[in-house]
Structures are given as C-alpha cells and as structure tokens.
C-alpha cells in the first residue's frame, strides 16, 4: 500500500528547500572535511543528497536504505582498491541518512555503529543544523577508517571529496 504522507512529500520537496539546506557554503565546508579527513586515512569518503524520490520509485516503495545503495553502486563508491569506500546519503524528503559502505570496511564494524552515525547526523538535521551534522557525520565515519585503514604513502584519492547534490 502506497504511503499517500510520503508521496506528497517528496512531491513538495524542491530543489529550492535542498539548496536552502545545504548552500554553497555547506557544500564546501562538507568538501574540506572529507578532504582533511581522507589526510588522515586510505579510505575513500561520499557525500550525497537528494532531495526527493522519482513517482515510481515512491509507488513501488522504495526505502532510503534501498536508494543509498543504489546511489552506492552508480557512483563506484564499491570500486575503490581496497573496497574501503563509504557513502553517507541524505534523503531530505524522508529526513533520512543512511550510510552504505564497501566489504572491506563494513565487515570490520557492526551495523549498529553505522547506524548510531545516521542518527547523530538526524539529530543535528532536525535542529536545522545541516553543516554541523554532515561535518559531524564525516568525522564520525572518518575516525572509524582511520581506525581500519591508517593512511599510507601510496594512497590515492580515488574518489571526488566533493558532495554531491542529486
């Protein structure tokens, strides 16, 4: 049965209400975090927002978890050298974040890390505080990648540091 609340909402979220959330300034403040952060690790770092869902993606009841790792494999986040990507994705429509990451990293930490990041990065969006929570977010999976994946010399940046809006 189709979520009629839901449908509608994604239907009245603009491009407009996304940009007023997350402006030039956070875009480029989530850009320097990733940045420094991958100073500090081998692992590659995504962060994508999206504002709405598409009609049929809504009728056929697609989740935030489903379209993350959707955007996940579209974007070769899985495709770096040591399958260490992640992706933090931002459902604005939903108020929902999800993290996705790459074998080689998601194996190594329980699901419930992950998820306790989405919920801290919420907690700052519900507040309206888009910068602190998605820098907050970064750091976060960040400290987890340092942890697992210390930086080495060899170490490329394989992926953009650059948030992407969708």
């Excluded at 919420?122 to 750091?139: C, D, M």
Aim: net charge negative.
């Amino acid at each position: 049965m189709m979520d009629i609340p839901r449908f509608i909402r994604h239907l009245l979220t603009s491009r407009w209400q996304v940009r007023r959330a997350f402006p030039p300034k956070t875009m480029a403040e989530i850009a320097t975090a990733i940045s420094a952060a991958e100073q500090t690790h081998d692992g590659e770092l995504r962060f994508v927002i999206e504002g709405s869902l598409e009609p049929w993606d809504l009728l056929r009841g697609m989740s935030p978890r489903e379209r993350a790792i959707e955007v996940f494999s579209q974007l070769g986040v899985w495709d770096t050298e040591h399958n260490n990507g992640v992706l933090i994705y931002v459902l604005l429509a939903d108020h929902a974040v999800e993290i996705v990451a790459d074998r080689g990293i998601d194996t190594r930490l329980a699901a419930q890390a992950w998820s306790d990041i989405c919920r801290e990065i919420e907690t700052h969006f519900k507040r309206q505080a888009y910068q602190l929570g998605a820098v907050a977010g970064v750091e976060a999976v960040a400290q987890f990648l340092k942890q697992h994946y210390p930086r080495s010399e060899s170490d490329t940046n394989e992926l953009p540091d650059a948030p992407l809006l969708i």
